[in-house]
């Protein structure tokens, strides 16, 4: 048996509508893009959301968004995929990590508090694996630090404070205390690539809470402009008889997305639902037969809290991160990719050229030391999920 990491879920109605799209002569950003805009704001119950190239780029325009800059702090965790400090990096800002609580994925929120200075102008938490972070928490803290916050714009200014930008990435359709992700951070990016539980291939969105006094449709209305080259009307909007003419208001970026990879997230979104119940189904199996097995897992389901189900994360007890790659290379043997989420970013030649040095986030290094990623995707079929199960056991113990 072979069992791919990965296998995206793709059927014929994201076929259909493709191919639709390539029929209809418009494949760049146009109807469709703008329609599953629509669409994704409703499902994550928020006024308004764009849809970019990537989630890298979407977080980098909320940074821009709210004017971050030169001499400016952002706070995220080792913990996490460079996309959620590289952006930091694309503003010229400059990324603080911090490291993960004790045995726990999630950025340690005391040290969070201590991380912040007056140069502190928004916090990047990660929900990894689908998880939300503990928000409220957040919240918390970036409210009982206004006396360092000072603002550089009127998006700032109606904020207030440091700004929350939630890069969930992994996160698309969780919950926590009632509330949807997308819903809860000042502004909240998700990625549809590939490997994500929602694809359009690549793409990603970016959705905002309401921020008083600030018009919704102002927000839009910039990100469109930082995401097209600073073009006062897209290419959708040129084709109106007599309306060729346009401006440049400003020297931005080109990530925009078109309309071949939105007809791709039309049709998950339908289905969609359907797919995360089948990533519980599995979560659930994995959880019951690990249930006494010397391995901690990510818990992604409580009293209070749902996940999206995007990465199953195991915990060998007593294993090194040499023994684990033992584990996973007989994995291999019997046909199972395996994964590892994340290298953190201190052991990274990037980060470390950036100054940082991982024995400063020891939490961070003992998760990666003994985690292994079991696939985890809605076409796994039972027998999958049953010879995963028996062979990661077997693997473990022999």
């Known amino acids: 048996?072979?069992?791919?990491?990965?296998?995206?879920?793709?059927?014929?109605?994201?076929?259909?509508?493709?191919?639709?799209?390539?029929?209809?002569?418009?494949?760049?950003?146009?109807?469709?893009?703008?329609?599953?805009?629509?669409q994704l704001a409703d499902f994550c119950n928020t006024n308004r959301l764009i849809c970019l190239n990537s989630s890298t780029a979407c977080t980098e325009m909320a940074l821009r968004i709210l004017g971050i800059g030169p001499g400016d702090e952002v706070i995220t965790?080792?913990?996490?995929?460079?996309?959620?400090?590289?952006?930091?990096?694309?503003?010229?800002?400059?990324?603080?990590?911090?490291d993960t609580a004790k045995d726990s994925f999630e950025m340690d929120y005391d040290q969070m508090e201590k991380a912040i200075t007056e140069k502190t102008k928004a916090i990047i938490p990660v929900d990894l694996g689908g998880v939300m972070c503990d928000?409220?928490?957040?919240?918390?803290?970036?409210t009982g630090k206004k006396h360092l916050y000072s603002s550089a714009n009127k998006f700032q200014s109606a904020i207030g404070r440091i700004a929350v930008v939630a890069d969930a990435a992994h996160a698309l359709g969780a919950t926590r205390k009632?509330?949807?992700?997308?819903?809860?951070?000042?502004?909240?990016?998700?990625?549809?690539?590939?490997?994500?539980?929602?694809?359009t291939s690549e793409g990603g969105g970016l959705t905002w809470k309401a921020i008083q006094g600030i018009d919704d449709e102002e927000i839009y209305k910039r990100l469109n402009l930082l995401s097209l080259h600073g073009q006062s009307k897209d290419a959708l909007e040129k084709t109106k008889l007599g309306e060729w003419e346009y401006d440049v208001v400003g020297t931005y970026y080109k990530c925009n997305m078109t309309d071949v990879l939105a007809a791709l997230g039309i049709a998950q979104l339908k289905r969609y639902p359907g797919m995360l119940e089948r990533r519980k189904d599995i979560i659930m199996t994995y959880d019951n037969a690990f249930k006494e097995f010397p391995v901690q897992v990510l818990k992604h389901y409580g009293k209070d809290f749902s996940s999206s189900?995007?990465?199953?994360?195991?915990?060998?007890?007593?294993?090194?991160?040499n023994e684990?790659?033992?584990i996973m290379n007989k994995m291999a043997e019997r046909g199972i990719a395996t994964n590892?989420?994340?290298?953190?970013?201190?052991?990274?030649?990037?980060?470390?050229?950036?100054g940082?040095?991982?024995?400063?986030?020891?939490?961070?290094?003992?998760i990666f030391s003994n985690e292994i990623t079991l696939p985890l995707y809605s076409k796994l079929t039972d027998e999958d999920v049953r010879y995963i199960v028996e062979n990661l056991k077997a693997c473990i113990s022999s």
């Open 135 to 142: 928000y409220n928490r957040i919240f918390s803290i970036v």
């Open 324 to 326: 684990c790659n033992v």
């Open 309 to 321: 189900g995007h990465l199953y994360c195991v915990r060998v007890s007593g294993k090194n991160r």
């Open 77 to 98: 965790t080792a913990y996490t995929y460079t996309a959620s400090a590289s952006v930091i990096c694309h503003v010229g800002a400059t990324p603080v990590l911090v």
């Open 178 to 199: 009632g509330k949807k992700c997308g819903e809860v951070a000042d502004f909240t990016s998700f990625s549809f690539h590939a490997v994500k539980n929602f694809t």
């Open 1 to 38: 048996m072979q069992i791919p990491f990965l296998v995206p879920d793709i059927a014929e109605a994201e076929i259909d509508e493709v191919v639709d799209t390539l029929k209809s002569g418009w494949l760049t950003t146009g109807p469709k893009t703008k329609k599953l805009e629509r």
């Open 356 to 366: 940082f040095n991982i024995e400063e986030f020891p939490n961070a290094f003992e």
């Open 340 to 354: 590892v989420h994340y290298k953190p970013l201190p052991m990274l030649t990037a980060y470390k050229n950036l």
